[in-house]
């Protein structure tokens, strides 16, 4: 295969630093991915290997250096993002029409996977979806964010966000303090999800005016929700018995979002979690999208993403 040469020059020396990395450890990322050569003197990298490798690998230097423009710190999860996007030739006008306003911050797709679960958010068809996979991928902080876009927009009168409280055996009497208190150390996740997404002010003023229900699982039971937007996070901790309630919950003008990782239920046996068990016989169904989520697809630290491939892999060996 013959070797091309590409140069290209970035006009602001500090995003070029940024690009680059400590070391040049964003280069290698690129490198790695695309099996080429980059050489990086005095503001302009020179490109070597295939003409498509080198093609596709300095459009995303390019995303990474637009990003740094605008004041991005291009951390290693930064790079494998716009990998992610640069090997299916996603261009950005179409990550503008999947992204959203939330409060004050723009909630764009970190990877492929990301982006049809967002398109699935977004489809108004989509009564119920389903987002199931490892920690770490954005299902639920998405599920939170785009319900509170909603909510901001009028377009519901209230989101409702259930877990299961696993571990108090949904018993949170014997727990002291109020039901706030008792609450609050099974909800802390989604009320993180919250302040980072719309602030913590405005997330307390929403709650306080009963537009914003956190709740354990248990308290859903006997209730219709009508023109509202249910999260039901940890799904995999429901019950197939308690999945069949929640869903049935669900009112006229109402949408639902359903997130866990199967592979992470507390439940005694694996067999009695809802989350498969829905996303099993609910498949195909009309009004129902389902989203799933892999190693790859993790966005916290890279090292995650690792750790659940080891797991994974791990739990592949028992099996054969």
């Known amino acids: 295969m013959k070797t091309k040469t590409l140069e290209v020059k970035f006009n602001n020396a500090a995003a070029f630093r940024n690009l680059c990395g400590v070391n040049h450890r964003n280069l290698a990322q690129i490198e790695r991915e695309f099996g080429v050569k980059i050489h990086a003197p005095g503001g302009k990298m020179i ?3 295939a003409a498509s490798a080198i093609s596709l690998a300095s459009k995303a230097a390019s995303r990474l250096f637009e990003r740094a423009v605008a004041g991005t710190n291009i951390s290693e999860a930064e790079v494998l993002s716009v990998l992610s996007f640069s090997k299916t030739g996603m261009e950005k006008m179409q990550l ?9 911050k723009r909630i764009s797709p970190r990877n ?3 982006q049809a679960y967002m398109q699935m958010l977004k ?6 979806v389903f987002g199931s996979g490892p920690a770490g991928t954005g299902k639920t902080f998405l599920a939170i964010a785009y319900g509170a876009s909603l909510l901001l927009s009028k377009q519901v009168e209230r989101m409702v966000v259930a877990r299961p409280a696993l571990e108090a055996g949904e018993r949170l009497g014997f727990l002291p303090g109020d039901f706030e208190e008792k609450v609050d150390p099974y909800m802390m996740p989604i009320w993180d999800a919250f302040t980072q997404t719309i602030g913590a002010e405005k997330f307390a003023r929403l709650k306080e005016n009963g537009k914003i229900e956190i709740a354990p699982l248990a308290f859903m039971r006997g209730r219709t929700f009508a023109g509202s937007y249910i999260v039901l996070d940890e799904a995999q901790n429901a019950t197939i018995g308690q999945m069949q309630m929640v869903l049935t919950r669900l009112g006229e003008g109402g949408r639902m979002v359903v ?4 592979d992470q239920s ?3 046996s694996i067999s009695g979690s809802g989350l498969p068990h829905a996303v099993k016989i ?3 169904v009309e009004g129902i999208a389902m989203s799933k989520f892999c190693a790859d697809d993790v966005v916290r630290h890279p090292l995650v993403a690792r750790i659940v491939k080891a797991y994974e892999n791990d739990r592949k060996d028992q099996v054969s």
């Open 47 to 49: 490109f070597e290997g």
């Open 259 to 262: 997130t866990g990782d199967p």
């Open 112 to 114: 492929p996977a990301q």
């Open 282 to 284: 609910l498949d195909g």
């Open 123 to 128: 489809d108004q068809n989509n009564d119920l």
């Open 96 to 104: 503008d029409q999947i992204s959203f306003n939330c409060g004050s």
């Open 266 to 268: 507390d439940l005694p």
